[in-house]
């Protein structure tokens, strides 16, 4: 059984960073594919950013390409979001997920392609 567990979250001004983290336990983290999603309320959730099994490749939604970069550390088991530039429509609860089964270079934006998920960190930015 595989737990994840994000921190790092916050309430932050307009223009402001944050770095999100995601601790794995269970399982064999170097073998997972990780992904941060994002939900706001009265939205659905939305992909985020992606990052393959030994970090080669990455993925990110178009809204927060050049502000938001993904990260993992596997001897650590974990995966960042160091998220900069800060918008108010960025504020939503963080979530990271792990795709158990990833080949090596895969990098997935879509949730169902994730096995689990953490309980999700409020990050809310102030005009």
């Known amino acids: 059984q595989v737990q994840l567990a994000e921190s790092g979250g916050g309430l932050v001004q307009a223009g402001a960073s944050l770095r999100l983290a995601c601790a794995a336990s269970?399982?064999?983290?170097?073998?997972?594919?990780m992904g941060w999603f994002r939900q706001a309320p009265g939205k659905e959730r939305e992909f985020v950013a992606a990052?393959?099994?030994?970090?080669?490749?990455?993925l990110y939604a178009e809204s927060v390409k050049g502000r938001f970069t993904i990260s993992r550390d596997n001897a650590k088991k974990s995966v960042y979001l160091q998220m900069n530039n800060l918008k108010p429509e960025d504020t939503a609860v963080y979530y990271c997920?792990?795709?158990?089964?990833?080949?090596?270079?895969?990098?997935?934006?879509?949730?169902?392609?994730?096995?689990?998920w953490g309980q999700g960190t409020q990050v809310t930015v102030s005009s």
């Open positions: 997920a792990a795709d158990v089964t990833a080949i090596l270079y895969a990098v997935y934006a879509t949730a169902n392609q994730y096995d689990y």
């Open positions: 269970g399982g064999t983290f170097s073998r997972f594919a």
């Open positions: 990052i393959n099994r030994n970090s080669v490749n990455t």
